[in-house]
């Protein structure tokens, strides 16, 4: 995922296509389509971009879905519509499914990218063997440059530092220590003989001169493998996190944030168990889990908007983390947020909430009916839902009250998952349709019920 000003540029991993968010909405055609590989890790494996120019790294293949040629890094111009005039900036190795990388990040009109091993073996991978040059690297793509750093297993993160300039990258461990590395210029991380942090001087001495390159133990590791992802620093005053680093992670869904040091070269914790910059198995990730639900996240970036943005490619979403003072303004000026559901069912990634969504952006949206429909119930529904959202946040037995209420039309609109709505005429006949559904459900039956109680008193 890259932003170029409000606009989003996301990656479809495994069929070779760009796509285009605009103002939230997805937009049905695609801006670029490549013929990818996708067995194992191979595809659409990463995008960055600066001013314009936007660079994608890719699995090409001769045919769509098929053998794979090799890992590709095209510069594109962007002309607010395509992506046009691909220039190819850099061919790498994809001799195995696995470890081919993709990550990439542009600081100061510097492109990095990052590939992992790709089974190979050799001095990149602090071997006394032959090797393939391009793996296990971070490279200077553009303008382009010697090695950053070398001796890394494979990553799915990289990003820089915008206070410092400093680059980080998270990396993948083999069974045992996922890494949060801070990468100075030629840094070597040691694979294939050390993973997480040592203390064995004569190990690290051991390890195959190349160049200058220097081994520094990782700011953070998981002794369990989580595979970490995407890595991000938050700059805005409106998120109040400009003091601490976010990753995410593909096994558990989870979002970590870490609190930087003064000088922001290292992370700190309060908790005993962390002191020792190591999640061991049996230890508790409270301080550093900030969010949980996301699937298998593959980036995080701030956006233009100073919130963070999360790509996951299991959901096929992209979440946008507000803070609570922002969500309820937020949501109303977009004309789409379901306040009443949310504070209902507890979070936004509720599959009640999504089912509302879902309804709003892919039938109502698409059509003219429905969206005059969606402006005037926005005007109306902003009136009190911020008022109801927050008694029920409140009230438990209240917001228990709500959900009962809310249970029949949620359900009832499930009904729309089984017709076609392609049409003005369509919209308005399952509207109505739906609409005096809920009215006899809400009001006509209750209401012949007490008339039934009354002629029997």
Known sequence: MTFLKDDILVLQRYDGIVRLVRNGNLQPESVLDVSVAKDGERGMLG??????????????????????????IYRYDWNGEKLVNPVLLKTLPSDNFYHNGGAMTTFNGQTYAVIGDNGNYGRLQNKNEDWKND???????????????????????????????????TENGDDIYDEINMVPENFNSGWMEISGITKNQTLIDSLPKYGNFVYSNPEFTWEKTVCPTGIAFSTSEKFAQTDKVFVGDCNNGNIYRFNLNEDRTKLIFNTADLQDNTLNIGDSNKEILFGTGFGTITDIEEGPDGFLYIVSLSNGKIYRIVPKEFADNIAQSNGGGCLIATATYGTELSTQVQQLRELRDNYLLQTESGKSFMDGFNQFYYSFSPTIADWERENHIFKEMVKITLTPMIGSLSILNYVDIDSEISVLVYGISLISLNVGMYFMIPAIIIVQIKKKI
């Open 135 to 169: 793996t296990s690297v971070i490279l200077r793509i553009d303008p382009p440059g010697t090695y950053y750093a070398i001796g890394i297993r494979n990553s799915f993160g990289i990003t820089v530092d915008p206070k410092t300039g400093n680059l980080w990258d």
């Open 47 to 72: 995008i960055t971009s600066n001013g314009s120019q936007v660079y994608i790294y890719f699995t090409a293949a001769d045919v769509d879905a098929g053998k794979a040629i090799e890992n590709r």
